[in-house]
């Protein structure tokens, strides 16, 4: 059985946006939440800052706009929220993780400073169409010290007139 995931309809819709707005290029940026009854609940999701690196294969965040997201999530949640992984493109691609991306999962694991043993990873799928590129799947997968994997999580979307 799957992990649950909960994903709010405002994080789908800025990733898919930000998946066809680059279009050939990967792009992504950090998750924010809380887990709860042994659930992950994903309340916030951003960009991934104005100085990032997008390339075919690969992009870089902007780190100082993913450190002013964290301590701005941090700050407004009283330390209730807190960063819990992150989300990428394949373009044209499967939603699957890279090994690059099990690799990336494994590092952030393994480091005490991040504190996150456990994170998630949603991967953007898009797909060519006449008018241009559509988000087509989203995967999700969670790291698991148990297998030393990411494994799949199942995403459930929160409705939309729930409060955080």
Request: hydrophobic share 40%; glycine share 8%.
């Amino acid at each position: 059985m799957s992990e649950l995931i909960w994903l709010p309809g405002t994080a789908v819709r800025l990733i898919g946006a930000d998946a066809v707005r680059w279009g050939l290029r990967e792009t992504g940026g950090p998750l924010f939440g809380y887990e709860a009854c042994g659930e992950l609940v994903v309340t916030e999701a951003f960009l991934p800052g104005l100085r990032a690196t997008h390339l075919p294969f690969l992009y870089r965040p902007d780190r100082d706009a993913v450190d002013r997201a964290i301590t701005e999530v941090h700050e407004r949640s009283d330390g209730r929220e807190r960063w819990i992984g992150s989300w990428h493109t394949h373009p044209f691609g499967r939603a699957q993780p890279s090994l690059v991306d099990r690799r990336t999962a494994s590092r952030i694991a393994r480091e005490v400073a991040v504190a996150c043993p456990r994170p998630l990873m949603l991967i953007q799928t898009t797909r060519p169409t006449r008018t241009g590129p559509r988000a087509h799947v989203l995967g999700c997968w969670r790291w698991s010290s148990e297998v030393e994997d990411l494994v799949d999580a199942e995403v459930h979307p929160v409705p939309e007139n729930v409060r955080n």
